[in-house]
């Protein structure tokens, strides 16, 4: 069965640390995975996209890797700030019978205090 | 700064009304997609859209929804009759799909149904 499991389920931080959000998949055919940021109350906005020969994947201070012979990518934020409150997702999609499959994770709600 | 529109933004309706949900896709954005987002389930894909074409709606419950895109500029979803399990946010999102398959995906803002 095609799943996407991410940890923690909630995370608080001071602002300033560094912290990893963990996605561990089971989805075949495997196609690329996605980290999204959705502030509260907004629309969940891109963070990475890697492929399947992809390891690391850097944007700005969000650095994600894909390991994807154990299935698993982490999200490794650096250097925290107030505006990384907000939840992390994980997607990770199929290309099967001629269309994508997206499997969704149930996010990982970051807080970030001062 | 081109972005995904979504009408309208909140929208609170009786069991068994009809709900209409519009989303205007980033102009030139081939690949339009539904989602709903609850707190239970997270986010689900409904359906998505290829040129306009329908090429996956394996999400969408097909009794009572139903995704159109009239053209190129509009792609709507609608709920007839809506019960009290729709009520979610309900996210459009579109992107341009290239011959190498991978792609950026931009969301609009949401539509937060209410059914009482």
């Known amino acids: 069965k095609n799943q996407v499991e991410q940890s923690p389920q909630s995370l608080i931080i001071l602002e300033g640390k560094n912290c990893t959000l963990q996605?561990?998949?089971?989805?075949?055919?495997?196609?690329?995975l996605r980290w999204y940021k959705q502030d509260t109350g907004r629309g969940p906005v891109s963070l990475t996209i890697m492929t399947f020969s992809e390891n690391t994947k850097s944007n700005g201070r969000y650095t994600a890797t894909l390991d994807a012979d154990t299935k698993q990518s982490s999200l490794h934020i650096t250097a925290s700030q107030l505006s990384d409150s907000a939840s992390y997702i994980c997607?990770?999609?199929?290309?099967?019978?001629?269309?994508?499959?997206?499997?969704f994770g149930t996010g990982t709600r970051l807080k970030v205090l001062a | 700064d081109a972005r995904v529109t979504q009408t309208p933004r909140h929208k609170v309706t009786e069991m068994g009304q009809e709900v209409t949900m519009r989303c205007q896709p980033i102009?030139?954005?081939?690949?339009v997609f539904w989602y709903r987002q609850t707190m239970m389930q997270g986010l689900e894909l409904l359906a998505y859209f290829r040129n306009r074409a329908p090429l996956d709606d394996s999400g969408m419950p097909k009794d009572r929804f139903s995704a159109e895109m009239p053209d190129a500029t509009l792609a709507t979803l609608k709920i007839q009759p809506s019960e009290p399990r729709d009520s979610a946010v309900y996210f459009c999102a579109s992107g341009l799909v290239r011959t190498s398959g991978t792609y950026e995906q931009y969301f609009g803002p949401g539509t937060r149904l209410t059914v009482t």
């Open positions: 102009l030139g954005h081939n690949t």
């Open positions: 997607v990770v999609s199929a290309f099967t019978t001629g269309t994508y499959k997206y499997i």
């Open positions: 996605c561990n998949y089971t989805v075949s055919p495997f196609s690329n």
